[in-house]
């Protein structure tokens, strides 16, 4: 994770809270007005989604992890028929039928009311939603708790990341985020931080990007050393992917220390708009593609 997109979803929570609760409330209705015998696993779904209903509704991590407990001991209590039960769980909460456009509340709906422009896992690729008379697409949602583990968090808003294909296919692909624990972009602070190296002496570092050396590469690192930042970098190869754009980080450096120099040159008499010649809001740097890589540099800079 590298950029932090805390209540990200806080303009479509009530709605989805609304599709969400209904399909709870139908399937508890189903089962009780139902006659005769129930699928094996029919009757354990039941007391698990009762048991799990606030839960899976809430907006708060330590609810969504206590889910995932109860899902796992009702799954251990199954036994022999974990599987069907597991299944039934699968039938609930049915994330296909969510992606399917529709006028109803959809994927498409919900990803209309994302506040992110940007994929928090990496920040260099776009995640944002258009819909025109050509067509529409959206970011893909990573379930950051994966669906195919814990079926029951397969529509729970909070556990949904707008993100690219890349990160959320290529990379992530099956890690299991509960037991391998990641930096949650919608409930964790930020805590990757990019910085420019170069082979020789950190002293030669301005002259190594000066001359536009080869050996200049950007990098990232945690800000403070903990294992969901560790985890973060490896399994969405940051390190590696930001290598390839080291030019646009060289670019960058240069341009704004091109531009403090201008700035504080007496003998020009007209204002200088950094925003405008950067191209780059420091104060909005998560609207920005490479927005955090360029935010470390300029603070580096600043300094």
Same mark, same amino acid.
């Given at each position: 994770? =590298?950029?932090?997109? #805390?209540?990200?979803? @806080?303009?479509?929570?009530?709605?989805?809270?609304?599709?969400?609760?209904? =399909?709870?409330k139908?399937?508890?209705?189903? @089962?009780? /007005?139902? *006659?005769?015998?129930?699928?094996?696993?029919?009757m354990? *779904?039941?007391?698990? #989604?009762?048991?799990?209903?606030?839960?899976?509704? /809430?907006?708060?991590?330590?609810?969504?992890?206590?889910s995932? $407990?109860?899902?796992?001991?009702?799954?251990?209590?199954a036994?022999? @028929?974990? $599987?069907?039960?597991v299944?039934?769980? +699968?039938?609930?909460?049915n994330?296909?039928?969510?992606?399917?456009?529709?006028p109803?509340?959809?994927?498409?709906?919900?990803?209309?009311?994302?506040? %992110?422009? @940007?994929?928090? &896992? *990496?920040?260099?690729?776009?995640?944002?939603?258009?819909q025109?008379?050509?067509?529409?697409?959206r970011?893909?949602?990573?379930?950051?708790f994966?669906?195919? +583990?814990?079926?029951?968090?397969?529509?729970?808003?909070?556990?949904?990341?707008?993100?690219?294909? /890349?990160?959320?296919?290529?990379?992530?692909?099956?890690?299991?985020?509960?037991?391998?624990?990641?930096?949650?972009?919608?409930?964790?602070?930020e805590?990757?931080?990019?910085?420019?190296?170069?082979?020789?002496?950190?002293?030669?570092? !301005?002259? %190594?990007?000066?001359?536009?050396?080869?050996?200049?590469?950007?990098?990232?690192?945690?800000?403070?050393? *903990?294992?969901?930042?560790?985890?973060?970098?490896?399994?969405?190869?940051?390190?590696?992917?930001y290598?390839?754009?080291?030019?646009?980080?060289?670019?960058?450096?240069l %341009?704004?220390?091109?531009? $403090?120099? %201008?700035?504080?040159?007496?003998?020009?008499?007209?204002k200088?708009? +950094?925003?405008?010649?950067l191209?780059?809001?420091?104060?909005?740097?998560?609207?920005?593609?490479?927005?955090?890589? &360029?935010? !470390?540099?300029?603070?580096?800079? /600043?300094?």
């Open positions: 994770m =590298i950029l932090s997109v #805390v209540r990200n979803w @806080i303009d479509a929570e009530a709605e989805h809270k609304l599709y969400l609760s209904n =399909i709870i139908k399937f508890i209705l189903t @089962i009780e /007005s139902a *006659c005769g015998p129930q699928r094996a696993g029919r354990e *779904c039941y007391y698990f #989604v009762k048991d799990v209903e606030k839960l899976v509704l /809430s907006h708060e991590l330590k609810d969504i992890l206590l995932i $407990d109860v899902f796992k001991e009702y799954k251990r209590k036994g022999v @028929i974990s $599987d069907m039960f299944k039934e769980v +699968e039938r609930v909460f994330y296909k039928r969510f992606t399917v456009k529709g109803k509340w959809n994927a498409y709906a919900l990803c209309w009311k994302s506040k %992110a422009r @940007i994929c928090p &896992y *990496c920040n260099h690729a776009y995640a944002f939603t258009v025109s008379e050509s067509g529409d697409f970011p893909t949602l990573d379930h950051f994966f669906k195919d +583990e814990y079926p029951h968090l397969a529509l729970t808003l909070y556990n949904l990341v707008p993100s690219c294909s /890349s990160c959320n296919s290529s990379l992530k692909g099956e890690v299991d985020f509960f037991k391998e624990k990641h930096l949650n972009p919608l409930f964790d602070v805590n990757i931080e990019f910085y420019l190296s170069a082979g020789g002496a950190p002293s030669e570092l !301005d002259e %190594a990007i000066q001359n536009r050396r080869i050996d200049v590469l950007v990098k990232a690192k945690a800000v403070k050393e *903990c294992s969901q930042s560790e985890n973060s970098l490896k399994t969405f190869a940051i390190n590696e992917r290598e390839t754009l080291s030019m646009e980080a060289v670019d960058f450096y %341009a704004k220390k091109n531009y $403090d120099e %201008a700035a504080l040159n007496t003998q020009f008499s007209f200088f708009d +950094e925003t405008a010649l191209r780059f809001d420091r104060a909005n740097y998560s609207r920005y593609l490479l927005g955090k890589m &360029y935010a !470390d540099i300029y603070d580096a800079l /600043s300094r």
